[in-house]
């Protein structure tokens, strides 16, 4: 297993001699028995390993994960850093939290500029990922599985199977925590795991696991010739302005839709390389933004990148997360955040005009001691919507609102210190509505810009 183990490390050039590498271990199968392998490969590849642990903070049980691997890196003194995610549950979707993870990953990797990160997915996970990207109508791209490294993160036990790797973690008796939600069949991964995968294996026997690795290694020699081509191709219809890119809209309908696809992974790799997978629900939205959207829309896709809709064109820049951008708004003043200008203004309460306008309030400001702030949504937020005598997770009152996860992004909160006081243009808190009693009153309103 070491000599395997070694072998397609140095085959796939995923590390070099002095090189620093994060372990990502969750205390799983898995990750144990990568740790154990690059541990006991780690001299002879001559590496420096550090370990990250991510807690989640979704399981009840999820401490005893970050103790278990805490413990035994301390035995094999091994640097061990953790990191604490806030505001997840066990409704959270995988896709959430795997952008969480990568989030997390990427702060660790700031650290350390030339290290590598290691991730324990495996053969089996190969397959799974297959399988649900060729159901769900995946590009060429996505049919080339989970690349073996990407950027710092490398997979170094791509060509292990869940089998091979239950039988080395038995045989060295590797201490490993289970997570139950893996034996759930509520996520489309499991059930694809349980259900779909054994059906293929108990139809096709015992090579399928081999057949399937030799599938997807000749896909990627395909698509990495093809992306080499692109490379020239699209070169030819992109306009480069430091890091932002501008293609003509026309010049963009005139491509087959199979090459519009691999146009805009070609934009976002050039924006955000790490990760430029686009879904076929992305694809088809965005190709509607170019074709239908107003001037001065914007689209933003995965999180990485952002399109703003020009008169004859298209500008991609990178879409810079605004989770730790807060701004300070005192009475009088005027603040943008991003093409949102908000401003507060106190008022006397024979001024305030109520109306139906959905961007603009009055408060009642007695409880306010200070600036408000203006920040966008981010994981955990709660508010008391205006007529409702309970809290509710913003979250679940953008899902009640058909608001979807693009959108949601950019709608501004006006805050005081840590309560939400307006969903800005969707609903006040309660809490500050304008009530009998009231003395001071502050008018809010919000105006969106528009990009030319």
């Known amino acids: 297993m070491i000599k395997r183990f070694i072998s397609f490390i140095r085959s796939n050039h995923l590390v070099h001699p002095d090189d620093v590498v994060i372990l990502a271990v969750s205390g799983g199968l898995d990750s144990m028995a990568m740790l154990s392998l690059f541990e006991k490969a780690q001299a002879q590849l001559k590496l420096h390993l550090r370990v990250l642990h991510i807690n989640h903070h979704v399981r009840e049980d999820s401490d005893r994960d970050e103790i278990l691997v805490g413990n035994i890196c301390r035995q094999k003194k091994v640097p061990f850093t ?264 106190k008022v006397h309460y024979k001024d305030i005009r109520f109306s139906s306008q959905a961007n603009l309030e009055y408060i009642c400001c007695d409880q306010i001691k200070g600036p408000l702030t203006v920040r966008y949504w981010q994981p955990g937020d709660w508010f008391i919507p205006l007529g409702m005598k309970g809290r509710q997770k913003l979250s679940d009152f953008f899902v009640n609102r058909k608001i979807d996860r693009l959108q949601k992004n950019y709608i501004p909160l006006v805050c005081y210190k840590k309560q939400i006081i307006w969903v800005a243009g969707w609903r006040l808190d309660e809490r500050f509505k304008v009530r009998p009693g009231c003395k001071n009153f502050m008018k809010l309103s919000m105006e969106v810009q528009e990009t030319l």
């Open 82 to 345: 953790v990191k604490h995610l806030q505001g997840f549950d066990l409704s959270s979707s995988e896709e959430v939290l795997r952008q969480a993870r990568y989030s997390a990953f990427e702060q660790e990797l700031d650290k350390f500029p030339v290290a590598r990160l290691a991730t324990g997915h495996q053969l089996d996970d190969q397959i799974e990922t297959v399988l649900m990207r060729l159901a769900k109508g995946s590009s060429l791209k996505g049919l080339t599985g989970i690349p073996v490294r990407r950027g710092a993160i490398i997979r170094p036990m791509l060509f292990l199977s869940r089998h091979e790797i239950e039988r080395y973690v038995e045989q060295n008796k590797i201490p490993f925590r289970n997570d139950y939600t893996n034996d759930e069949d509520d996520h489309l991964r499991n059930r694809i795991r349980h259900q779909i995968v054994p059906a293929f294996r108990k139809v096709f026997g015992a090579d399928f696991d081999r057949n399937m690795a030799r599938s997807l290694t000749e896909l990627s020699q395909i698509h990495r010739y093809i992306s080499l081509q692109n490379e020239h191709d699209f070169g030819k219809l992109l306009e480069q302005k430091d890091r932002e890119f501008y293609f003509n809209i026309r010049a963009y309908q005139k491509l087959p839709l199979w090459r519009r696809r691999q146009f805009l992974q070609y934009c976002i790799s050039l924006i955000y390389p790490v990760n430029s997978f686009v879904s076929g629900n992305y694809f088809r939205a965005f190709d509607w933004f170019v074709e239908s959207a107003a001037v001065g829309a914007s689209f933003i896709i995965a999180q990485e990148a952002v399109a703003v809709k020009n008169r004859i064109s298209i500008q991609f820049s990178q879409f810079v997360s605004h989770k730790a951008e807060t701004k300070e708004l005192f009475p009088g003043q005027i603040v943008y955040l991003g093409r949102n200008k908000i401003s507060a203004e």
